[in-house]
């Protein structure tokens, strides 16, 4: 950024796309009142600056009510740092912490296999080294290219943003990963782009665990229905009590002897909490990617109150039913941290989605979310 670009050039901007009056100025910010110019509509002007400024650090907000519409510019600039040393050290952090859980994992696993064999279940345990290496495969790739989606949405948008962040978690996590996080200082300009950039990462992340778990669970051990039971009852195996309803619809594609129980080996395992992370991520709460493409889909007021409404009923989930008390945990974390305000969702916050693109989007949001469902097994 030229040490040269203040407000006077972004006034010059300005002036390219709207005629404008000052409103109204304080330490940190300037308000003006403005018009498009003839020739563009008020969306197209505020793109083409949006687009001229952001890249500067200047993040413009379009506001208004009636025929009387505001912008509000910064008087500074705001850049995001790259961070491209911390983003390696907690790559390299979160590909060992998820290596160490999946060789935990394995280990395991094995362990149960072979006390299994006390009960005449005779199966071959997993080389510890190529199920740790498949189950890092399983929990890194649907989440990296998860946030590899956001980060070249926001790329192709020009919505400035971090580097992915992954968070490792060993011991405290079952994946040995919170998943990564990229920041992003600005809103985009339209709620259109809020909507791609939400969805971007769970439409990726989610196929891609689907098929992971596909491949895993092809190459899981199959056993007869009664040992399995007998196991059960001994304490041995513990059976799922929900799992996503796109791993159901795969497991079906999967042949199984007629009688037999596929025992999920840890690979698997991981694909299987991925994509009911992704159920959670994609619930309509605060800035959640689902929160995002809610938001694009409806309002501000509508936003809120659906926000509220799912973490009550996350919470009520957990109390009704245990083997969903993560979710209601999830729920309270996503709620502490982005439920509580309010969701403009655009930088332009006169926005609003297209007949056409809210049914493409709407109909998107609700085939992932129909996918990752935790049904009841």
């Known amino acids: 950024m030229s040490d040269e670009y203040g407000p006077h050039e972004v006034e010059a901007e300005l002036s390219k796309y709207f005629t404008f009056i000052l409103s109204g100025r304080t330490e940190t910010s300037t308000e003006y009142i403005v018009e498009p110019l003839p020739g563009y509509s008020l969306e197209e002007a505020f793109s083409l600056f949006y687009d001229e400024v952001v890249p500067k650090g200047y993040y413009p907000l379009l506001t208004g009510s009636g025929d009387t519409y505001v912008l509000l510019l910064p008087n500074s600039p705001r850049r995001v740092k790259v961070r491209r040393k911390l983003a390696a050290a907690l790559l390299g952090a979160t590909v060992a912490s998820v290596a160490i859980t999946g060789y935990f994992s394995v280990q395991s696993y094995n362990e149960v296999i072979s006390s299994l064999r006390n009960i005449g279940i005779f199966i071959e345990g997993t080389n510890i080294w190529v199920g740790t290496l498949f189950?890092?495969?399983?929990?890194?790739?649907?989440?990296?290219?998860?946030?590899a989606g956001h980060f070249i949405t926001a790329m192709r948008t020009k919505l400035p943003a971090s580097f992915p962040l992954p968070i490792p978690a060993p011991l405290i996590s079952p994946l040995g990963t919170f998943g990564a996080i990229i920041q992003l200082l600005y809103l985009p300009k339209h709620v259109k782009e809020l909507a791609k950039l939400g969805i971007s990462g769970p439409l990726v992340g989610t196929l891609l665990a689907l098929a992971l778990f596909g491949g895993a669970y092809a190459l899981s051990p199959q056993v007869?229905?009664?040992?399995?039971a007998?196991?059960?009852?001994?304490g041995l195996l513990i059976p799922i009590s929900v799992a996503p309803l796109g791993s159901l619809l795969v497991s079906r594609l999967i042949p199984v002897e007629l009688g037999s129980v596929v025992l999920m080996n840890p690979?698997?395992?991981?694909?299987?909490?991925?994509?009911?992370i992704h159920f959670a991520n994609l619930l309509p709460v605060g800035q959640l990617d689902g929160g995002h493409v809610f938001r694009a889909l409806t309002s501000v007021k509508?936003?809120?109150?659906a926000s509220i409404a799912t973490a009550l009923g996350g919470f009520a989930a957990a109390f009704l039913y245990p083997p969903l008390s993560w979710l209601g945990f999830f729920m309270l974390i996503a709620w502490f941290i982005s439920g509580t305000r309010p969701h403009?969702?655009?930088a332009n916050t006169l926005s609003?989605?297209?007949?056409?693109?809210?049914?493409?989007?709407?109909?998107?949001?609700?085939?992932?979310?129909?996918?990752t469902f935790p049904f009841p097994t």
């Open 135 to 147: 189950f890092s495969l399983a929990v890194l790739l649907p989440i990296f290219l998860h946030e």
């Open 224 to 228: 007869p229905e009664e040992q399995v």
């Open 230 to 234: 007998e196991a059960i009852s001994r």
């Open 267 to 276: 690979a698997a395992e991981a694909a299987y909490l991925i994509l009911l």
């Open 302 to 305: 509508i936003h809120r109150y």
């Open 344 to 346: 403009y969702g655009a």
């Open 352 to 371: 609003k989605l297209d007949a056409v693109d809210r049914l493409k989007i709407g109909a998107l949001y609700a085939f992932l979310l129909a996918l």
